[in-house]
């Protein structure tokens, strides 16, 4: 650790220290005369670092306190996984009834209203995957936040937001419909803590149904 008499600071873009400033777009570190640690991230960012409009930020500070507990991380299975054929056949069928596929894209191409799977089994292990579809509202994918709109005639509309301007939103409806919102016809607008997804939408499924589902998740490259 760098211990300096004037504060150092330096600009780190794209880094990831686990849960502080996870979606920060740009972050400020610098020491202070004890050691501890300060970061400072401006804005936010979606999963690709496109940065989203919205006046948040923050300042933290690191302590090192023996005291707490690491929170337990998923387990990453590092061995190459291979799945059998009828696994994966059977895996594909449960992914279209159970309506997965109504929302997410597997290859490029269609914007849907989920984010595509496609690479899927490269970014989260089979325990993440679980826990994501089990539990969705978790975990938002960031940019991929349900808002729910109440027009000033009272309908009410929940989607979500797939472009905007100065005069109008974009909102993707459940079912894929894009609807023009302009900024005038709106009364509220908010910003959903809970998944555009359905919770556990596996539960139904037999354990061994849902591994077929989960190795088809999986090999998805
Ligand atoms: C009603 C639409 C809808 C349906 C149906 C749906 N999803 Fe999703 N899913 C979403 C949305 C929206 C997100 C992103 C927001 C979030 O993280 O909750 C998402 C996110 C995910 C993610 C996280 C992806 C990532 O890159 O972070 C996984 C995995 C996933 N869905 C799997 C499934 C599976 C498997 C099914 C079928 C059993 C399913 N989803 C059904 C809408 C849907």
Redesign the pocket.
Known sequence: MILAEQPVICLLPFMDLQNVGKEGVLQDLTFGKDGSLYVATHGIADYWYNPIQESTGGFYKLVYDPQQKVKTQYQRSVKQETFSSSSLEKGKDL?KT???F???ATEDGQEL???T?KG?GN??SREE?YE??MN?SA???PS??GTKITLKDGKVLLG?IVNSNEQQFDLML?GNQVLQITRNEIATFETQKK????EG??KILSKADQES?LDY?QSLK
Do not use: V
Request: net charge positive; proline share 6%.
């Open positions: 992914y159970t309506a997965c109504a929302c997410h209203l989920g984010p799977l899927l970014r989260m995957i994501s579809i969705p975990i938002i994918k991929m936040e979500r459940i998944s555009l997804r359905y939408l596996i589902l998740l």
